[in-house]
């Protein structure tokens, strides 16, 4: 569905990473589509253009992704 180096815009909204807890307000995050980590849920890493507290890459589920 994504392939790798493509940029895309990532819901973040009440996901947790560490620390880290991304708030409602972080609906269209921009980053860009390192690879694919699991195919049943499709899930994908992708680098963020903006670090949020150290956080610049996270896995995150397709439909919270958009192309």
Known sequence: M???????????AGLQVGNVVFHAAVTDALGTIVRQTSEDPP???????FSFKGVN??????DRIKG
């Open 57 to 62: 890459e996270i896995e995150v589920s397709a």
């Open 2 to 12: 994504f392939r790798p180096g493509q940029t895309v815009r990532v819901n973040l």
């Open 43 to 49: 899930k994908y890493l992708v680098r963020l253009l």
